[in-house]
């Protein structure tokens, strides 16, 4: 209308309005702290091949193409001023998350292939990044440090990890401690490698968005490392695919507090 002031409208990523407040995520940077369980374990290389994109291939035969990482974090995380930490509703979530590796160029990275969480600032920051994230239910054993309602940090403590989307059970798992680590694995060890990708609003099979994006944690602040042996089960479920990836040998558990921040990827290709 004639006369009518036009302001700019802020939000990552939305809704967008004049102040910002409403948006469902915070400016970055973003910081994260939690606590990761991760069991590794080697599936038929040709079933990652099957869920790679064209022009993203396996590791070569000697990098171990079969070998998959399934991680359940705890997260609290935060933007730079951390009002969500006084507002923990805001700050914690869960994640259970598959990774693989890939080559992409002469480069080896690491790709997320399936991924769930239980709130919805986690799922659109998730889309964001490139993660093909997706609602879920997620529980994993906590450690303590007092009493006797969990396990300690030491030789032969126990945890367990569920996953659940769709009041279906997905995937249920152990972890248990023989000692501690110089690393919690090699799957999940390098920059992620995504495709950002959204469909034109014709929805005639082409992208309003296709993106291959590379992204890092930065100013990493690392717990000790508990390593040892590890179960893993997945399940089927008429609206997933874990178990095409279904676990053949298992290589171990780990578990490991850990702090990072994300502060932007790259767009490697557009």
Not at 212 to 241: I, R
Request: net charge negative; aromatic share 10%; with cysteine.
């Amino acid at each position: 209308m004639d006369g009518v002031e036009h302001v700019s409208l802020r939000g990552v990523p939305f809704p967008r309005t004049p102040s910002g407040r409403a948006s469902l995520l915070p400016p970055l940077p973003w910081h994260y702290s939690g606590d990761l369980l991760t069991v590794e374990y080697r599936t038929d290389p040709a079933a990652i091949a099957a869920l790679l994109p064209e022009g993203v291939s396996l590791p070569h035969d000697d990098e171990d193409p079969g070998a998959v990482a399934f991680i359940w974090a705890d997260w609290q995380s935060c933007g730079d001023d951390g009002a969500e930490l006084l507002d923990p509703v805001r700050a914690q979530y869960k994640e259970a998350f598959v990774v693989v590796r890939c080559r992409y160029g002469e480069q080896l990275f690491s790709r997320c292939l399936f991924i769930w969480v239980d709130k919805d600032f986690a799922l659109v920051r998730g889309y964001l990044q490139g993660y093909p994230k997706k609602l879920g239910s997620i529980h994993q054993t906590r450690p303590v440090t007092r009493g006797r309602a969990g396990p300690r940090l030491d030789v032969g403590a126990r945890f367990g990890m569920t996953l659940a989307a769709s009041d279906r059970r997905l995937a249920q798992a152990t972890v248990t401690l023989e000692g501690e680590r110089a690393t919690n694995g090699f799957v999940n060890a390098h920059a992620m490698l995504h495709h950002r990708w959204f469909p034109r609003i014709e929805l005639d099979d082409r992208d309003s968005l296709s993106e291959v994006v590379t992204m890092s944690g930065v100013d990493l602040d690392l717990g000790p490392v508990w390593g040892g042996s590890a179960t893993l089960e997945v399940f089927d479920s008429p609206s997933e695919e874990l178990t095409s990836i279904a676990p053949r040998e298992i290589i171990g558990g780990y578990f490991r507090s850990v702090g990072t921040t994300f502060n932007g990827g790259t767009t490697v290709e557009a």
